[in-house]
């Protein structure tokens, strides 16, 4: 059984959009579930979930371009 890992530091992360939507992650392209996939990975350790980061993502409501998000203690912030 794997042990919860809790760091210290945050997590940054560079998301690429296309029409409202994650495409890319620190420049990978991946599909939709791969998208989850990865953010739920990296997120575990500073307690954040993908729904967290997505929520984030809409509520910017920006369409295309890049997002760079710092995750870090259950929180997910714009930089």
């Given at each position: 059984m794997q042990k919860s890992i809790h760091v210290?530091?945050?997590?940054y992360l560079e998301l690429g959009l296309k029409n409202g939507e994650v495409y890319t992650i620190n420049g990978k392209e991946l599909n939709r579930d791969g998208v989850k996939h990865v953010i739920d990975y990296l997120g575990q350790e500073v307690n954040v979930k993908a729904d967290d980061v997505l929520s984030k993502i809409h509520?910017?409501?920006?369409?295309?371009?890049?997002?760079?998000?710092?995750?870090?203690?259950?929180?997910?912030?714009?930089?």
């Open positions: 210290d530091c945050p997590t509520s910017l409501k920006q369409a295309d371009g890049a997002v760079t998000l710092k995750l870090y203690d259950g929180m997910v912030s714009a930089v």
